[in-house]
């Protein structure tokens, strides 16, 4: 096996119980660098009797770390955060090798993985039910309790940064953990189980299960013993487990795609938006469920605008994740041919081409930043989540045609606007169909902000305070202090 970094070992087991184990058949698959298509290492590759094993072992540790004090807790959670950051270079480094992106960008990405935990350790000890005031001779109280074992299924484009914004809710609300990192980006989750073991989590309360879709990924989101799953990933897979949960009313958290709109009106800087909007489109080579992936331009402004979205593009540089430069490549040879037949599909539904389009010659999976002008909001470039970087440009004339074409696609993750005027700014914000709307920036989201979308882009909420509401479950106790022994009637 070529190696072309120390920090990578040849092969991986499962991270499971807080010690390495392989596979029952001993099956691996090879994750490899999309920059250069060379194999990284071997993973194993789980079968459902070891999701079965993983599981099991999620719940035996769940009494002892559900009842573990929770400023305990809240003090172990931190020093996750803590390691991360002592291990920052070599997560960062893993992360751009597996994934592509940037060393920079995933250095970000790591920076990002490390405050979570920071953020979620402080609420471990103020998860803080309320009492009910239903009258006397009765004490009323809701309390907070952990569902139990917390299965996380997340996808390849920000795997260290997903693993944490999961699994860091999950264990201050005091739920343990399995989670399947996407079959192309397995290593930096298993070292940071690790890092969870070494920084104090108690054996099985972070397990990791490395292999495919099938059988791993459907055997654990159909376990009877789970007792809730956070997805992140494509709107096909998040219905296939919406279905699979119903069979055992296992409660989903949804974070799905998006086809995020940024309005750009004649008064905005336009200096200014086009390095927001080619930032929001071309990071992490357009794959990233928040990416602008439809500017929707005044006719006013549109040609003018048009020429500083090109010329931001074509200054690109585009190389492998070591590098360091602008963009790295896509995730894998798979994912590069559907970006490939999307442009092809624009070119065909009569798009005009204004820049890029092309793969890169070379080894690994490059492919140029894309502008596609002249786009109608119904062709399938316009309305289907490519996940590269290709950005579609669509004319309106009106405020009210504007916010038309911005709705009119199923998704809603996020939405920008892009103006001077705050009074149309704010009026567009109202009606925009986005979970996260951003006004004059982009990526307008932190760890501490609610993040997750409407209509086909989820359910739920991940970050800041409200994502805790997917890992905690509300009991009432209702107390009777009276000793007459008169009762309530159900429905009273
Ligand atoms: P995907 O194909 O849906 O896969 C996501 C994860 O699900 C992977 O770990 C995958 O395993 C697993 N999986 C596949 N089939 C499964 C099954 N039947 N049961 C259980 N698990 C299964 O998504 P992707 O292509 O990796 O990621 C890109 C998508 O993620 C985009 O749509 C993007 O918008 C979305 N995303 C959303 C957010 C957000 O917060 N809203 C953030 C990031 C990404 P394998 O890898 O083995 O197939």
């Given at each position: 096996m070529s190696v072309s970094n120390e920090m990578v070992r040849d092969t991986y087991d499962l991270y499971i119980g807080g010690t390495w184990m392989s596979t029952v058949d001993s099956k691996r698959f090879i994750t490899s660098n999309p920059a250069t298509e060379e194999p990284l290492a071997k993973v194993a590759a789980a079968q459902a009797t070891d999701i079965n094993h993983a599981v099991e072992t999620a719940r035996e540790a769940y009494p002892g770390w559900r009842d573990t004090p929770p400023n305990e807790r809240g003090r172990i959670v931190y020093r996750v955060g803590q390691r991360i950051r002592e291990y920052q270079d070599e997560l960062a480094t893993l992360e751009s090798l597996d994934q592509g992106k940037p060393r920079s960008q995933a250095k970000s990405d790591i920076e990002g993985a490390a405050r979570y935990f920071e953020y979620y350790a402080g609420a471990a000890d103020k998860l803080e039910g309320t009492s009910v005031p239903i009258g006397p001779n009765q004490v009323d109280f809701t309390v907070r309790e952990p569902y139990g074992v917390s299965a996380q299924i997340t996808p390849w484009n920000f795997p260290a940064n997903l693993f944490a914004r999961g699994v860091a809710p999950a264990l201050v609300a005091g739920n343990?953990?399995?989670?399947?990192?996407?079959?192309?980006?397995?290593?930096?989750?298993?070292?940071?189980?690790?890092?969870?073991?070494?920084?104090?989590?108690?054996?099985?309360?972070?397990?990791?299960?490395?292999?495919?879709?099938?059988?791993?990924?459907?055997?654990?989101?159909?376990?009877?013993?789970?007792?809730?799953?956070?997805?992140?990933?494509?709107?096909?897979?998040?219905?296939?487990?919406?279905?699979?949960?119903?069979?055992?009313?296992?409660?989903?958290?949804?974070?799905?795609?998006?086809?995020?709109?940024a309005i750009v009106f004649p008064d905005a800087d336009l200096d200014e938006t086009a390095i927001w909007i080619t930032r929001a489109i071309f990071t992490n080579a357009g794959q990233v469920c928040s990416a602008a992936d439809r500017v929707v331009i005044?006719?006013?402004?549109?040609?003018?605008?048009?020429?500083?979205?090109?010329?931001?593009?074509?200054?690109?540089?585009?190389?492998?994740?070591?590098?360091?430069?602008?963009?790295?490549?896509?995730?894998?040879?798979?994912?590069?041919?559907?970006?490939?037949?999307?442009?092809?599909?624009?070119?065909?539904?009569?798009?005009?081409?204004?820049?890029?389009?092309?793969?890169?010659?070379?080894?690994?999976?490059?492919?140029?930043?894309?502008?596609?002008?002249?786009?109608?909001?119904?062709?399938?470039?316009?309305?289907?989540?490519?996940?590269?970087?290709?950005?579609?440009?669509?004319?309106?004339?009106?405020?009210?045609?504007?916010?038309?074409?911005?709705?009119?696609?199923e998704y809603g993750l996020v939405g920008g606007i892009f103006t001077a005027s705050v009074k149309r700014a704010h009026r567009l914000a109202q009606r925009l169909e986005a979970g996260n709307v951003y006004i004059n920036k982009w990526f307008g989201d932190t760890y501490q902000t609610p993040f997750g979308g409407y209509k086909k882009s989820g359910i739920g909420r991940e970050k800041g305070l409200d994502a805790l509401e997917s890992y905690l479950q509300t009991k009432n106790i209702a107390v009777n202090l009276s000793d007459s022994g008169e009762g309530d009637l159900p429905g009273a």
């Open positions: 343990t953990t399995v989670i399947k990192p996407a079959e192309q980006t397995p290593l930096s989750t298993l070292r940071l189980a690790e890092i969870c073991s070494e920084a104090g989590i108690p054996d099985g309360v972070v397990n990791v299960v490395t292999g495919f879709g099938e059988p791993a990924g459907s055997a654990l989101t159909t376990h009877p013993d789970v007792d809730t799953i956070t997805f992140t990933g494509s709107v096909p897979t998040g219905q296939t487990i919406m279905k699979q949960a119903a069979e055992n009313i296992t409660p989903i958290t949804l974070e799905l795609g998006g086809k995020n709109p005044h006719e006013d402004i549109h040609d003018k605008f048009v020429s500083r979205l090109i010329d931001c593009a074509e200054q690109y540089e585009i190389g492998p994740g070591k590098q360091d430069l602008d963009m790295g490549p896509l995730a894998s040879k798979d994912h590069l041919g559907k970006v490939m037949r999307y442009i092809d599909l624009g070119r065909r539904e009569g798009a005009t081409l204004a820049t890029g389009g092309k793969a890169l010659d070379q080894d690994g999976h490059f492919v140029e930043p894309t502008v596609f002008t002249g786009v109608k909001n119904d062709m399938r470039i316009a309305q289907e989540e490519i996940f590269g970087p290709v950005l579609t440009v669509i004319p309106f004339s009106t405020e009210a045609e504007a916010l038309e074409i911005a709705n009119d696609v």
